[in-house]
């Protein structure tokens, strides 16, 4: 921003329409729809306490890019921010912003104009860590493209998205056609806790631990918005997670892995394992159906 005055450099900021407020120093800020004070709250919640020393990152839907700074500065040796649509939409004009705010603060982010669509390993490559951060629930094809854009993640994805279904007692999804959700056409889905985490552990991540959005009201049962966004760090395995964090007890996370964390956030959790309890014991029925010496001497009469 030139060795302007700082009344100049924040009319400069101003011209602009922000989704996140930076921090460009002096006093100057961006006066964007997610405030300083939220942003700190979802950088502690999804970054913090993570070690990022030396760890490569791709932000998927990275905006003015708030989320890339911060992972960049938190110790990532590579930060890439990807987006198309934000960067694209006539009102917010994202690219522009995402680059004056990199100019301004000097930090050594690579940028890649990229639909969700056409994120993976061959068109972006692999990263340690891949961020998903508001993006699901605006997918029409969700779990196929959560799938594909997991590829990208060697260690670790971290996926924050709009939440409903919660008194399901099964993986489940809400569909919002039209404007039905805060009139905007481009919110489809509302998965709840059950479906994410099976999501995520079908795309290969065995370790999964969930938060609460650190929102008002969020965390509050009794509140119309209680658990409406929520926050997963879904790792490969073991030595995945250690490489990021010592104690993740420590955290106020849920282990996923272990059922009475599971019983904490979902509704019904027991009816998925008693589901998979059971068709382990059919397939080990028929397995000793399949064992015996009458499945055998019938053989040739199955054939024919």
């Not at 340690?128 to 993640?153: E, I």
Request: charged share 25%.
């Amino acid at each position: 921003m030139n060795e302007s005055t700082t009344a100049e450099q924040q009319a400069e900021v101003d011209r602009h329409n922000w989704f996140h407020s930076i921090d460009f120093g002096s006093g100057v800020v961006s006066k964007g729809a997610k405030t300083l004070d939220v942003l700190a709250r979802e950088h502690a919640a999804l970054l913090g306490g993570l070690d990022f020393t030396g760890k490569s990152v791709l932000d998927i839907g990275a905006w003015d890019g708030a989320f890339s700074f911060a992972a960049k500065r938190a110790g990532a040796s590579r930060v890439v921010a990807a987006d198309y649509l934000m960067w694209n939409d006539p009102f917010y004009q994202g690219r522009i912003t995402f680059e004056l705010a990199r100019k301004a603060l000097g930090l050594d982010i690579e940028a890649v104009e990229v639909d969700v669509d056409a994120v993976n390993p061959a068109r972006v490559g692999r990263f340690d860590v891949v961020l998903f951060l508001g993006v699901f629930y605006h997918l029409f094809d969700a779990p196929k493209l959560t799938r594909q854009v997991s590829a990208c993640a060697t260690d670790l994805l971290i996926l924050e998205t709009h939440q409903d279904a919660i008194n399901v007692p099964r993986p489940a999804m809400v569909m919002y056609p039209g404007r039905v959700l805060n009139n905007d056409p481009s919110n489809w889905w509302g998965p709840n806790p059950q479906c994410v985490y099976e999501l995520l552990s079908e795309a290969g991540f065995s370790r999964v631990f969930y938060q609460d959005y650190p929102g008002e009201g969020i965390t509050n049962p009794s509140a119309t918005q209680f658990r409406q966004r929520g926050i997963y760090h879904a790792f490969r395995d073991d030595a995945a997670l250690s490489r990021f964090i010592a104690f993740p007890g420590a955290k106020n996370w849920h282990d996923f892995g272990r059922s009475e964390q599971r019983e904490k956030i979902f509704a019904g959790h027991d009816s998925i394992d008693a589901l998979r309890q059971r068709a382990e014991t059919a397939e080990h029925e028929l397995a000793l159906i399949r064992n015996s010496r009458s499945w055998r001497w019938t053989a040739k009469f199955r054939r024919s």
